[in-house]
């Protein structure tokens, strides 16, 4: 059972209460909403003022929430990064499918691996933390590259050298765009040996608080395991633990 300290749930209550509240409340409407005394109120509040948590409006003299809290939470987002927060998750993402996973960043027009978790199969993906492959032709880049403006994802386009690495590889700005819409019904991408022949990666985007993409995670294996049949299980796993890490992050959507 948990130890409530009294003092601490009717502050925090107090707080709770003016972030509905714009205008503010006064000593006697915080009073009746809480179901506390106006001195007990008026304590509380002399303290959160003191604090700098909540301020006092000259004019009107009701109390209103001030900005620290605001400040407070940037601070802990901040301190927040998506390497720290995904690594539970990719390992356990990993383990759930038996396939290496990654997880990129973008970096202009390509995509950078900074993490890697190694599944224990004879065959293993070549991948290595700091490369960089185009965002075009992987599926973390046309994941991240779904939930961009029309006007980026052809930047990227005009700004990358589109090779066609092997006769699965997209080289078609309209097709490509196509693809990219398909990508954002679903919530995962998919590079059908499009970068390398005999491999599949299957990726999905990672959003940060503001709701923009971050980075993206994906599961990777030889088309002899990681097969067209096993797309869809191995697609909502990846999808999973992708909304887990954002969630991390401070992603609140769907």
């Not at 032709?137 to 990358?160: C, F, H, I, Q």
């Not at 395991?225 to 887990?244: Q, S």
């Amino acid at each position: 059972m948990i130890d409530v300290v009294q003092s601490v749930d009717r502050t925090l209550s107090i707080l709770e209460l003016l972030s509905n509240y714009d205008e503010g409340l006064g000593v006697t409407e915080i009073g009746v909403m809480v179901n506390l005394h106006k001195s007990t109120v008026h304590r509380l509040l002399g303290t959160l003022i003191y604090k700098g948590f909540v301020i006092q409006d000259a004019s009107t003299n009701k109390y209103k929430l001030s900005l620290k809290l605001y400040e407070l939470g940037c601070k802990r987002i901040a301190n927040v990064d998506i390497f720290k927060s995904s690594k539970p998750y990719t390992e356990k993402l990993m383990k759930t499918v038996n396939e290496v996973v990654h997880l990129v960043i973008r970096d202009e027009n390509d995509i950078v691996y900074i993490d890697k978790v190694e599944a224990d199969n004879t065959i293993r993906m070549a991948s290595t933390i700091g490369r960089r492959s185009p965002l075009y032709r992987t599926s973390v880049g046309k994941a991240m590259l779904a939930y961009l403006p029309d006007k980026e994802v052809e930047s990227v386009w005009k700004n990358s050298e589109i090779e066609k690495m092997t006769e699965y590889t997209i080289t078609d700005l309209e097709v490509f765009k196509g693809e990219l819409k398909e990508v954002k019904e679903k919530g995962y991408a998919v590079d059908n040996e499009e970068n390398e022949l005999g491999v599949r990666c299957i990726g999905a985007p990672v959003f940060n608080h503001t709701g923009s993409v971050e980075g993206a995670i994906s599961v990777s294996g030889p088309t002899i395991r990681v097969t067209r049949d096993r797309i869809e299980e191995i697609a909502n796993e990846v999808k999973k633990y992708a909304h887990l890490i954002s969630n991390e992050l401070g992603y609140r959507g769907d």
